[in-house]
């Protein structure tokens, strides 16, 4: 039976800075732990585990050779990932989460406290085993960084995944226009979104969509095809995955990400 603490609430800003704080907080950092670890909530399969499968199907025939997970958070996708391919790289802007992913593959459990209501906590611990991934975690390295900066150059990647994570970059059109250099041609892009476009993340003028452009407005999808369109082809038509994000006992946060999926074909 969980344990029940209080717990002070932290207090954050609303700055660019004080934005990616956010992911640092303990109660951040406990959320993403559950909704990657946790049950599944109001009848949604959990999200990180059904994105790997999504990318897992779309590489049948293909070969599995190397992944990397951009905005890995707590590490689901990556380790399910590393269940079909030969090394997984999961990258996060957070220190926090890498810290996370990394003491469950080091150790195979990790702890957390979720928000029940007010200032009452309790107490919840997970294994890699409850899931089966044990075997394969070895393949998985997890690395902080930021998607925007990163060593374009150095590696060549069977699949990307980048999974809600193009609404909170600065320049989501200039990461499009170059994430092509880490895949093989005939690679795999697997992008999810919710499309939650804010000035804080992402600078008005830099929003692939979801704004009016000379009086026409302009979808996020079309933004993304057309950054996309030199040097990708869509392998299928977008659809729409379910995921939530526990805030207390009684308050979750329901979200549909646009999923797509590119083949790198120059």
């Given at each position: 039976?969980?344990?029940?603490?209080?717990?002070?609430?932290?207090f954050c800003k609303t700055s660019l800075a004080a934005s990616y704080t956010l992911y640092e907080s303990e109660t951040s950092v406990a959320q993403y732990c559950d909704a990657h670890y946790g049950p599944d909530k109001l009848g949604i399969a959990n999200f990180p585990a059904h994105m790997a499968h999504l990318c897992a199907s779309a590489m049948l025939g293909k070969p599995k050779r190397s992944a990397l997970d951009l905005g890995c958070a707590a590490g689901r996708a990556s380790f399910e990932l590393a269940t079909c391919f030969d090394q997984v790289t999961g990258i996060d802007f957070s220190s926090r989460f890498i810290e996370i992913a990394s003491r469950l593959k080091e150790r195979g459990s990790i702890g957390?406290?979720?928000?029940?209501?007010?200032?009452?906590?309790s107490d919840h611990e997970v294994l890699l085993s409850d899931f089966g991934l044990e075997a394969t975690a070895h393949r998985v390295t997890f690395c902080p960084g930021n998607a925007e900066r990163l060593d374009i150059h150095c590696h060549c990647h069977d699949l990307v995944l980048v999974a809600n994570l193009i609404d909170r970059l600065s320049k989501p059109g200039k990461f499009l226009s170059e994430i092509h250099k880490l895949l093989v041609v005939g690679g795999l892009l697997v992008i999810s979104s919710p499309y939650n476009w804010l000035d804080h993340f992402t600078p008005r003028q830099q929003w692939l969509g979801g704004r009016f452009r000379v009086g026409?407005?302009?979808?996020s999808l079309v933004g993304l095809k057309k950054k996309l369109a030199k040097h990708f082809d869509a392998v299928s038509e977008p659809q729409d995955v379910e995921f939530v994000?526990?805030?207390?006992?009684?308050?979750?946060q329901h979200n549909i990400s646009q999923v797509t999926i590119w083949r790198r074909v120059c």
């Open positions: 039976m969980a344990k029940t603490y209080l717990q002070k609430q932290p957390y406290r979720l928000i029940e209501e007010g200032e009452l906590i026409t407005p302009i979808t994000i526990r805030k207390t006992a009684r308050t979750f």
